[in-house]
Nanobody, 117 residues
Framework: QVQLVESGGGLVQAGGSLRLSCAAS????????MGWYRQAPGKQRELVAR???????NYADSVKGRFTISRDNAKNTVYLQMTSLKPEDTAVYYC???????????WGQGTQVTVSS
């Protein structure tokens, strides 16, 4: 069994910064990719940023240049550094790990990020 525990969400003013962390524990194996998704009220969950096993990253257009995803393989942890935050970044942020040859997805419980104007 795999558990993903997120931390670092909260309330911040527009223009501010937050750093999210997500640590995996349990039966960790063959991590293919780690990522962050978000879901705002009334909207579908969307990909924010992703980093694969080779370190290649991709970002949603709306966060390029403001958010940075990174990983610590030794700690099975993924981070999301968010800067220049905007009210439209307000959402529940979920971390996601993809593992194994069958590319199974694991999700964190979600952490709320609220950006006030």
């Amino acid at each position: 069994q795999v558990q993903l525990v997120e931390s670092g969400g909260g309330l911040v003013q527009a223009g501010g910064s937050l750093r999210l962390s997500c640590a995996a524990s349990g039966s960790i194996f063959a991590i293919n990719a780690m990522g962050w998704y978000r879901q705002a009220p009334g909207k579908q969950r969307e990909l924010v940023a992703r980093i694969d096993s080779g370190g290649i990253t991709n970002y949603a257009d709306s966060v390029k240049g403001r958010f940075t995803i990174s990983r610590d393989n030794a700690k099975n942890t993924v981070y999301l550094q968010m800067t220049s935050l905007k009210p439209e970044d307000t959402a529940v942020y979920y971390c996601n790990f993809v593992m194994g040859v069958i590319l199974r997805h694991y999700w964190g419980q979600g952490t709320q990020v609220t950006v006030s104007s």
